[in-house]
């Protein structure tokens, strides 16, 4: 059996897919069907206790952090987080344990957010933009817009003083408008920005997506509109993801970020049963390694079936994404993306391969610039005067 990774991550689904909104591009809501006979899916008190033992006990190294999902964990309220929290005291043995929690912040109130500050918690927020831009896709299972209350839930973090950073997805309508979602992430106070591109395949028709689904070329000038205000006004007071992700591939690392690595595999998904699935995005009865009840989890995460996972990133590229001259930063992407051929009939290319060509090449320059400045001790944040003269 291969060797256990010293440090994995688990996305937790404590109430699994079960959510109280019906955003139109949510690729989760249907993970019902695996379970077509369950009415509750809230993780019982076992199966929770099992893994977080079990998580603390097979981490090699002194940080062990836990990510809690759905769904919407919030609809399992506080007082099931607060065992999560004793819990996770009584198996630490010694662990720095950190929570990360993603939520739709509609349920957020003054006793949560006590709960968040108080435990630690960094609270990611899901919004798509300005009103109007929201409330095209985010909405209720009545068909309501949600951003108002999304707002008052992100009021209370602000009041809590809670971390928080925004997880913004990036469809065909907000995809337009790149600067009026940056400038009111910017606006809310959001220090940290996820941008993460809406890529779902027709069920009629598999080489089409949807139409709410991002257009590459599009996706890559919205990120290009972005980093051209980021470079020149931001830089060291305003985070985005992908940014950081750059510099680091630019100054030599891998990509910290399971889809711009080589390989892959050490990212999975459980669900509120102990199911543990390769991947987040490869929640189906043929990804299931198993269940953390009934087979260690150390055997599940090393499994011969998981490492392969993993190495299809790499195994499967393209010879056309192999002599890329981005691959260092792209590496292919998620491979549940590339779905499309190269131009040379080679199937397994990226559908997003033109927007991340035009964004990496886009910024190569500043990149080079800001790593120049980090070898040479200088802050890279140096980067904006000297991209406002060039």
Partial sequence: MPDMPLAFHIMAKPIGPICNIDCTYCFYLDKEKLYPYKKNFRMPDDVLESFIRQKIENHQVHKVNFSWQGGEPTLLGVEYFRNVVNLQ???????????????????????????FKENNFLVGISIDGPEEIHNRYRRNKGGK??????????????????????????????????????????????????????????????????????????????????????????????????????????????????????????????????????CDHYVYPENKLGNIMASPMAGLISSELQVQFGKNKLDKLPAYCRKCEVRFMCNGECPKNRFVSTPDGEPGLNYLCAGYKKIFKHIDPYMRFMVSELKNKRPPANVMNWAKNH
């Fill in 89 to 115: 005291k009584k198996y630490a043995q010694g662990h720095h344990i950190e929570n990360s929690f993603q939520t739709n912040g509609i349920l957020l109130d003054d006793a949560w957010c006590t709960f």
């Fill in 145 to 278: 817009a949600t951003f108002k209350q999304v707002m008052r839930g992100l009021g209370f973090l602000k009041k809590h003083q809670v971390e928080f950073n925004t997880l913004t997805v990036i469809q065909a309508h907000n995809s337009q408008k790149p600067l009026d979602v940056y400038n009111f992430l910017k606006e809310v106070g959001s220090g940290f920005m996820q941008f993460i591109p809406v890529v779902e395949r027709n069920d009629a028709s598999p080489q089409r997506v949807t139409d709410w689904s991002v257009e590459p070329g599009q996706f890559g000038r919205f990120l290009c509109a972005i980093f051209d205000e980021w470079v020149r006004n931001d830089v060291g007071r305003y985070y985005v993801q992908l940014f950081d992700l750059a510099l680091e591939a630019w100054y030599g690392m891998e990509p910290g970020l399971c889809v711009f690595r080589e390989t892959c595999g050490t990212a999975m998904a459980m669900e509120h049963n102990g199911d543990l699935y390769s």
